[in-house]
């Protein structure tokens, strides 16, 4: 309805655009109440995440963690499925990559990184898979099993890094390092041959890549395959989907294992790419955090990408403010939680206003 009542540029650009100025203007009046400097403060974070390769490698690592989980709820938004879980199918996503680097002898990464894929989309399809059954075949609901089986992951995680993968020499709750084939390239070492300086302290990796193919193949998939269309429609209105032939178990059951599974992939970045072997909480939050990338995003690649990007900016700024301005931590936190207020949350209160404003204008021509 919104996009009849103002042009699609103003839905996609100007709303978001105006629910970042409000976030960033509230979080201003915050800094200086603690006594901080704001102008100094956005100096800082532009600085540190943007002006350097160093701060871009790491802003651009956290994006393309936010790039996986964002499109993993964009795909089962667009099927009319919260699917809040994607924190837990990341944490067995590492876990199916963990098994496949550790107990294979890998002589060369091109090989172990195919397997690695398939491994984490394979665990993280399949700890998503039971909330869809649940769903599709017990009425279950989505946001209560998926955001249950989270804390059920990170049970398991904790059993499993304790008691079965645990080297019996370590007291450290992580298995050991994967092996040297399965090393994926950092971007220092691929832009090395073509004469590109890029910091090698990043842990910005080749899964960078693979994120904005998945990107491609989730606009693919969505908006140009007949199984797209499916999901789609069935987001939109259930009983025409019914009267079309569209079955809604087999469409919630695919649209979570695609979900699920670009989760668990999220893990070739964190647990292959920068780890290197699977430590408790190796996803530090990204499944949620997709949640407000996708719905910023407006649930199309292009939109998640370029939120992704801004998450990554706000995480690698945020961690320069905290150590240079001695800004408290739990103020990065604020101004995190403030852009996902205003872009998720309070999304209509730009968003009616604007509505309100172009009707205005259409009634003037």
């Keep these: 309805m919104s996009a009849k009542r103002m042009p699609q540029w103003a839905d996609v650009l100007l709303v978001p655009l105006i629910s970042l100025l409000i976030a960033f203007g509230i979080s201003a009046i915050v800094l200086l109440l603690i006594g901080q400097d704001p102008i100094q403060a956005m100096k800082m974070m532009i600085t540190g995440a943007l002006g350097s390769t160093y701060g871009w490698g790491y802003t651009l690592y956290y994006a393309t963690n936010f790039m996986f989980t964002g499109l993993a709820f964009s795909v089962a938004f667009h099927g009319s499925l919260f699917n809040i879980g994607s924190e837990g199918q990341a944490t067995m996503g590492g876990l199916g990559v963990a098994l496949v680097c550790l107990f294979i002898p890998w002589p060369h990464w091109a090989l172990a990184l195919p397997a690695a894929m398939i491994g984490g989309a394979l665990f993280g399809a399949a700890w998503a898979f039971i909330p869809a059954y649940l769903q599709a075949r017990r009425g279950s609901h989505i946001v209560i099993t998926t955001i249950m089986f989270n804390f059920i992951a990170a049970s398991v995680m904790t059993y499993l890094l304790s008691h079965v993968l645990r080297p019996p020499t370590s007291m450290d709750p992580a298995t050991v390092r994967f092996g040297a084939g399965t090393h994926l390239p950092t971007m220092h070492e691929?832009?090395?041959?073509?004469?590109?300086?890029?910091?090698?302290?990043?842990?910005?990796?080749?899964?960078?890549?693979?994120?904005?193919?998945?990107?491609?193949?989730?606009?693919?998939?969505?908006?140009?395959?007949?199984?797209?269309?499916?999901?789609?429609?069935?987001?939109?209105?259930?009983?025409?989907?019914?009267?079309?032939?569209?079955?809604?178990?087999?469409?919630?059951?695919?649209?979570?294992?695609?979900?699920?599974?670009?989760?668990?992939?999220?893990?070739?970045?964190?647990?292959?790419?920068?780890?290197?072997?699977?430590?408790?909480?190796?996803?530090?939050?990204?499944?949620?955090?997709?949640?407000?990338?996708?719905?910023?995003?407006?649930?199309?690649?292009?939109?998640?990408?370029?939120?992704?990007?801004?998450?990554?900016?706000?995480?690698?700024?945020?961690?320069?403010?905290?150590?240079?301005?001695?800004?408290p931590r739990e103020m990065i936190v604020v101004i995190q939680a403030l852009v996902i207020l205003f872009t998720g949350a309070l999304d209509n209160m730009v968003r009616m206003p604007l509505e309100s404003l172009f009707a205005i204008l259409r009634k003037k021509d």
């Design 190 to 327: 691929i832009l090395a041959p073509l004469g590109i300086e890029f910091n090698r302290a990043t842990p910005l990796n080749i899964t960078f890549f693979i994120a904005v193919l998945a990107g491609i193949g989730v606009w693919l998939l969505i908006w140009r395959t007949r199984l797209g269309y499916e999901i789609r429609a069935f987001g939109q209105s259930e009983p025409a989907a019914v009267y079309a032939g569209i079955s809604p178990v087999r469409i919630t059951i695919i649209a979570m294992l695609i979900s699920g599974g670009l989760s668990g992939l999220m893990a070739i970045n964190n647990v292959m790419g920068e780890a290197e072997r699977l430590v408790l909480n190796s996803v530090e939050g990204a499944g949620f955090i997709g949640i407000a990338v996708a719905l910023m995003g407006r649930n199309h690649p292009f939109g998640v990408a370029l939120a992704a990007v801004l998450f990554g900016f706000l995480y690698q700024g945020g961690a320069e403010l905290a150590l240079w301005m001695s800004v």
